[in-house]
């Protein structure tokens, strides 16, 4: 079964840009959720989807948002990027309940 | 979720085994234990959960004390590429992870 899968990998943007990020689950999986990675705060939980539904919401302003379609693929999306928004974001999958699975991530350059 | 305590940091040689201790005092009845590892910035990798048993998959074993208030997950053999850092979750099923700072173990030939 292949894995969790993210788009792109890398990316570049400057500030005031926005971005889409793209998550493909592992097949068979419904629920997605989208984490952020930095050096300073370290890996911290953006939201869940869940039959296109948002389920569940961490602590981060509504720059933040995402979307999941009707085949359980999701995007995450940030506006107005700012310097502080250069991260590792990660997606996991999982069968709602169980374990959850990551992806490889996309690395964000905000300049 | 109850809060995880692991060192910041340990070391082990090549070959010998790792136990990474994490520490769960507030843990609740329906939590789980669970052990992710990071690979120099890429995504965790799931390597073992459990509630109140012992538990052994080809990756490692996590021994849990009987009054769940920590864990020990062990890497039997440690390679070179065991070298990540490994955070240990408590969690209620269906709730998201929280990962805290985890350890660094790095392994020396």
């Known amino acids: 079964k292949a894995g969790v899968t993210q788009t792109p990998r890398y990316l570049i943007k400057t500030r005031g840009q926005q971005v889409t990020l793209s998550c493909s689950p592992i097949?068979?999986?419904?629920?997605v959720s989208w984490y952020q990675q930095t050096p300073g705060q370290g890996l911290q939980f953006l939201f869940e989807y869940f039959s296109e539904t948002q389920r569940n919401k961490g602590n981060f302003p509504g720059r933040f948002s995402g979307r999941q379609f009707s085949n359980s693929r999701s995007e995450m999306n940030v506006s107005t990027l700012e310097l502080g928004d250069s991260a590792l974001y990660l997606c996991?999958?999982?069968?709602?309940?169980?374990?959850?699975?990551f992806g490889p991530g996309t690395r964000l350059l905000v300049l | 979720d109850a809060k995880t305590t692991q060192p910041p940091s340990m070391d082990c040689a090549e070959g010998r085994a790792a136990n990474l201790p994490c520490n769960h005092s507030?843990?609740?009845?329906?939590?789980?234990v669970y052990w992710y590892r990071q690979i120099h910035s890429q995504g965790p990798q799931y390597i073992i959960h459990g509630l109140k048993n012992n538990e052994t998959n080809e990756m490692a074993s996590l021994i849990i004390t009987e009054d769940r208030k920590s864990s020990t997950l062990i890497l039997p053999h440690a390679t070179l590429r065991d070298t990540a850092v490994y955070y240990c979750i408590v969690r209620v099923d269906g709730n998201d992870m929280r990962f805290g700072a985890g350890t660094r173990l790095t392994v020396k030939p």
């Open positions: 507030t843990i609740s009845g329906n939590e789980y």
């Open positions: 097949s068979g999986h419904r629920s």
């Open positions: 996991a999958s999982r069968v709602r309940g169980q374990t959850q699975y």
